[in-house]
């Protein structure tokens, strides 16, 4: 079993009203495969109910920092009641979504995901002891790289959405 | 002696509202005809399950002889719960359509010396340790991406023939 470490759980940011709901997809797809993430798409449902379109995503795209550790964004989208509804911008008719937005963010490193130090007893206390002493520091650089490509993709995504950023 | 291994989790596609049964049959159909796949399929079931609608399942399992010691494996399992079919006038022109919730989940495995040269206990263990540990980039470069990118344009052109909101596929 690789070890998991958590470094934020449950950030999240809401939204309502006009969403470009197929933009919005390419630009997390995009935006991850070119900050070198491998894609892993988890959940995708769509469902059409009376008051609207619901849709669910839950995407947890990695990038293996060596063979041994790999940082995990976890970004889980919840968009409820979307209805269509046709915007005029510059003379141009859009086709648009209004409706509920829910972005949540967990973000952690995964170490020893191939399980190579885990085999033997010795091999585990060879592993904890390197871990906390002599491959730390490069872990713990790995945490900022982590956060701070969180906080790009919150960025870009309010930045999408036209919300406020502090 | 032969293994498999799983190149990744299971892709799933769920959906409700409308949708074209015969034509994402098709779509997967083709998908792999074009990519040279054997293709088998272990169960079509379409049974009367409640008054809302029929139940159908289909459960696929293609499969490609990659070389003398690689094959690829991929299975497709598709449920459709409340499947009706009615008439509908799509631009103009009245079209058969269905109606109901479904899921689509794919998956693959890769299966390493499927003719079984490698029998005795020795040659299993060097078979194991050459796989798992001295060429395992290579076969992840080489083999497990090939075939984990394969079947995400599977599922973009699925989701795409649908017409889901996420039918971009970046990579």
């Keep these: 079993m690789p070890e998991i470490r958590n470094l934020t759980y449950g950030e999240s940011f809401i939204y309502k009203g006009l969403i470009n709901v197929k933009e919005l997809y390419a630009l997390i797809d995009k935006w991850f495969k070119d900050h070198g993430y491998e894609k892993n798409e ?68 995964v170490t020893d995901y191939e399980g190579h130090w885990e085999t033997k007893p010795f091999y585990f206390f060879v592993k904890t002891i390197a871990e906390k002493f002599l491959y730390k520091s490069y872990i713990d650089r790995y945490e900022e790289v982590l956060l701070r490509d969180k906080e790009m993709i919150k960025r870009e995504l309010k930045s999408f959405l036209n919300m406020q950023r502090f | 002696m032969s293994f498999e291994e799983p190149v990744m989790a299971p892709l799933d596609i769920r959906y409700k509202g409308i949708y074209d049964l015969d034509g994402i049959y098709k779509l997967m159909r083709q998908w792999f005809d074009d990519r040279k796949y054997d293709f088998m399929e272990n169960l079509y079931k379409d049974k009367v399950a409640s008054p809302f609608g029929n139940e159908v399942e289909h459960n696929m399992t293609p499969e490609i002889l990659v070389n003398d010691f690689i094959k690829f494996h991929i299975q ?88 889901m909101e996420s039918e971009y596929n970046a990579y």
């Design chain 1, 42 to 109: 988890l959940w995708n449902f769509e469902e059409v109910y009376e008051d609207g379109k619901q849709i669910t995503l839950k995407i947890e795209p990695y990038r293996k920092i060596s063979d041994y550790a790999k940082i995990t964004i976890r970004m889980t989208v919840h968009l409820r009641k979307l209805q269509e509804v046709v915007v005029e911008k510059k003379d141009l008719k859009l086709k648009l979504m209004k409706g509920d937005a829910r972005f949540v963010f967990d973000t952690f490193i």
């Design chain 2, 76 to 163: 497709v399992i598709t449920k459709f719960y409340d499947y009706k079919d009615f008439e509908a006038e799509i631009g103009g022109e009245k079209k058969m359509v269905s109606d109901g919730r479904f899921f689509i989940k794919l998956s693959a495995t890769i299966e390493f010396d499927y003719q079984n040269r490698f029998k005795t206990p020795f040659q299993k263990k060097l078979l194991f340790f050459l796989i798992k540990t001295l060429l395992v980039r290579y076969y992840e470069f080489k083999y497990y991406d090939k075939l984990t990118y394969d079947l995400y344009d599977l599922q973009a052109k699925l989701k795409k023939f649908i017409k």
